[in-house]
């Protein structure tokens, strides 16, 4: 079973960046369809951006351009690399991944994705 370990959340001022990282166990993350996910306080979880098994693609509107995922095999390893970050970006960040097999990215339902981590807290602020 998959389990993950994230890191690199913090604070930023508008217009920053940072890079989290989602570190794998468990299984091979170039297995899975695998990506990121964002939860702001008093709303529903959303997908950020998702990759298939196969290195499709799916971002959300308001993270394109900005926000690049990438994996590393070598380190089983997923990341967010988040730029020009923006006030309503502020969330705790997930990642997940669908179970072995399904390798679609399903345009990044939360509803088919089966193993999370902790999160990580994201503040844009001034």
């Known amino acids: 079973q998959l389990q993950f370990v994230e890191s690199g959340g913090g604070l930023v001022h508008p217009g920053g960046s940072l890079r989290l990282s989602c570190a794998a166990s468990?299984?091979?993350?170039?297995?899975?369809?695998v990506g990121w996910f964002r939860q702001a306080p008093g709303k529903e979880r959303e997908g950020v951006v998702c990759?298939?098994?196969?290195?499709?693609?799916f971002y959300a509107d308001s993270v394109k351009g900005r926000f690049i995922i990438s994996r590393d095999n070598a380190k089983n390893t997923l990341y967010l690399h988040a730029n020009n970050l923006k006030p309503e970006d502020t969330a705790v960040y997930y990642c997940?991944?669908?179970?072995?097999?399904?390798?679609?990215?399903?345009?990044?339902?939360?509803?088919?994705?089966?193993?999370w981590g902790q999160g990580t807290q994201v503040t844009v602020s001034s």
């Open positions: 997940a991944a669908r179970k072995f097999g399904s390798n679609s990215h399903s345009r990044c339902s939360t509803y088919v994705y089966d193993y």
């Open positions: 468990g299984s091979t993350l170039d297995y899975h369809a």
């Open positions: 990759i298939s098994s196969t290195g499709d693609t």
